[in-house]
Antibody, heavy 128, light 112 residues
Framework: QVQLQESGPGLVKPSQTLSLTCTVS??????????WSWIRQHPGKGLEWIGY???????YYNPSLKSRVTISVDTSKNQFSLKLSSVTAADTAVYYC????????????????????WGQGTTVTVSS | QSALTQPASVSGSPGQSITISCTGT?????????VSWYQQHPGKAPKLMIY???NRPSGVPDRFSGSKSGNTASLTISGLQAEDEADYYC????????????FGGGTKLTVL
């Protein structure tokens, strides 16, 4: 079955760029049919959606993070990645990647259905 | 402040039923049938329990059910079991601002 695994530095300095990668196994990103998502959870808090990407490269971001977020996909490696720039302590969180099933699709985009496969999460601390 | 409003906590005894509400607006919960519910045990990744308001993924017990009325979605767990004790989050597609996804603040379920 499909499995997701996050990887990247666990410690990032303030003002730098957080970079994480999610490796997909047991299925192919390029087969389509899903959005590939990033979600984070601040310590002791709820879930926050960061954004998602389609295999074609179309992206959708949380408006509150859009100016600092870039999500990209590398279908040759079956990976998708998150970059969050100008980080502060407020970006300290557990970061999850997830597969997002699709609902109705128009000619230009699809509605997101449920996130049915999740990675185990990776903790990122922003500190000098 | 989360875009979707959930009660901070609910509780119930084994065998009982509980309902968790998730209130949004006509731009999200009320306008689209793309509401999902997730269960999260401490230290674990969330697990999808309900998608598109009322559909259960394979493997999720039929004790879990979802519904929606107006701008409020609900998750009902019947026949509560000890292992149901967890945090529960709702999410919805939203057309507010640019299209995206919003989560509720989460509800801690305690099985007494």
């Amino acid at each position: 079955q499909v499995q997701l695994q996050e990887s990247g530095p666990g410690l990032v300095k303030p003002s730098q760029t957080l970079s994480l990668t999610c490796t997909v196994s047991g299925g192919s990103i390029s087969s389509g049919g899903y959005y590939w998502s990033w979600i984070r959870q601040h310590p002791g808090k709820g879930l926050e959606w960061i954004g998602y990407i389609y295999y074609s490269g179309s992206t959708y971001y949380n408006p509150s993070l859009k100016s600092r977020v870039t999500i990209s996909v590398d279908t040759s490696k079956n990976q998708f990645s998150l970059k969050l720039s100008s980080v502060t302590a407020a970006d300290t969180a557990v970061y999850y990647c997830a597969r997002n099933d699709l609902g109705y699709c128009s000619s230009t985009s699809c509605y997101p259905s449920g996130m049915d496969v999740w990675g185990q999460g990776t903790t990122v601390t922003v500190s000098s | 402040q989360s875009a979707l409003t959930q009660p901070a906590s609910v509780s119930g005894s084994p065998g009982q039923s509980i309902t968790i509400s998730c209130t949004g607006t006509s731009s999200d919960v009320g306008g689209y049938n793309y509401v999902s519910w997730y269960q999260q045990h401490p230290g674990k990744a969330p697990k999808l329990m309900i998608y598109e308001v009322s559909n259960r993924p394979s493997g999720v017990p039929d004790r879990f059910s979802g519904s929606k009325s107006g701008n409020t979605a609900s998750l009902t767990i019947s026949g509560l079991q000890a292992e149901d004790e967890a945090d529960y989050y709702c999410s919805s597609y939203t057309s507010s601002s640019t299209p995206h996804v919003v989560f509720g603040g989460g509800t801690k379920l305690t099985v007494l």
